[in-house]
């Protein structure tokens, strides 16, 4: 499981509470992206990154903000402004070469707020 | 922007059997399409992809088609087998760009 990696796998937090994810790649990727899954849903995109100090709004990104300071790091904060945090989130990244368009993905964190 | 829409939402077939699973998208504009495999509380993880520019992709029992002017691609799956069991999902993007997911498709492989 080396390559894309997520922490914690499991995360409690009491609402009202903002609460950060982690994602580390050690891939040399280029781009960096979250996505949120709800049961029984597809994947939606939260943030993608594709240079460092840069990074673009997905489809849901109300409530969420991101950093990507370094290539191989791109936190995802989950602010207390987001209505339904309780989620399975996934962290993706891929190489930027037009022979290749594939994302790959982390382990995920599954993030419950009570 | 894109919309992908994905069925079935549920399969269940007899191991042996085949398994197809369609998927349509809105954005003409769209030139990857790739299908992945999330078994439960695990990761998605590519199985097969193709680009617009082909019409029809294998990958031993995998095989992946698309039809550009009717924007809609398949999965295939033969020779079904228990360990296939897991959700799908199609996608697609514009190169690099937002990738798009269908709603998933649970497939169950009687054994």
């Known amino acids: 499981d080396g390559g894309i990696t997520q922490s914690p796998k499991y995360l409690f937090r009491k609402e009202g509470q903002n609460v950060t994810l982690s994602c580390e790649q050690n891939l040399n990727h280029d781009a960096m992206y979250w996505y949120r899954q709800d049961p029984g849903q597809g994947l939606r995109l939260i943030y993608y990154s594709q240079i460092v100090n840069d990074f673009q709004k997905g489809d849901i990104a109300e409530g969420y903000s991101v950093s990507r300071e370094k290539k191989e790091s791109f936190p995802l904060t989950v602010t207390s402004a987001q209505k339904n945090p309780t989620a399975f989130y996934l962290c993706?990244?891929?190489?930027?070469?037009?022979?290749?368009?594939?994302?790959?993905f982390g382990p995920g964190t599954r993030l419950t707020v009570t | 922007g894109e919309n992908v829409e994905q069925h079935p939402s549920t399969l269940s077939v007899q191991e042996g059997d085949s398994a197809v699973i369609k998927c349509t998208y809105s954005?003409?504009?769209?030139?990857?399409f790739p299908w992945y495999k999330q078994e439960l509380g695990k990761r998605p993880q590519l199985i097969i992809d193709?680009?617009?520019?082909?019409g029809e992709k294998k990958d031993q029992r995998i095989a992946v088609t698309l039809n550009k002017t009717a924007k809609h691609f398949s999965l295939h799956i033969t020779e079904t087998q228990p360990e296939d069991s897991a959700v799908y999902f199609c996608a697609a993007s514009i190169g690099w760009g937002k990738l798009t997911f269908g709603q998933g498709t649970i497939l169950t492989v009687h054994p």
């Open positions: 954005d003409s504009a769209s030139n990857y």
């Open positions: 993706a990244s891929s190489i930027l070469v037009t022979s290749s368009y594939e994302q790959y």
């Open positions: 193709i680009r617009s520019n082909v």
